[in-house]
């Protein structure tokens, strides 16, 4: 956690199924939320649809489904 919070650039590390389990004091000042707020919750409940939406096409091969 100590290099993490020293790397100036928001980090977060995302499990397998998509919940936030840390993010670095950067990631706190670029939300502005505390870590409560971010930590449990999915991509998608904290960035929101929009800003997700070009993401998206990364899931479907990781899910199995071939992407032609």
Known sequence: RFLAD????????VDRDGHCRYV????????GLP???LEG?????ILGEPALSPLRCG?????????V
């Open 24 to 31: 670095n004091q950067a990631c706190l000042e670029w939300t």
């Open 35 to 37: 870590a409560s707020q």
């Open 41 to 45: 919750k999915t991509v998608d409940e």
């Open 6 to 13: 020293s790397v100036p650039a928001p980090l977060a590390y």
């Open 59 to 67: 899931r479907r091969p990781r899910s199995g489904e071939a992407v």
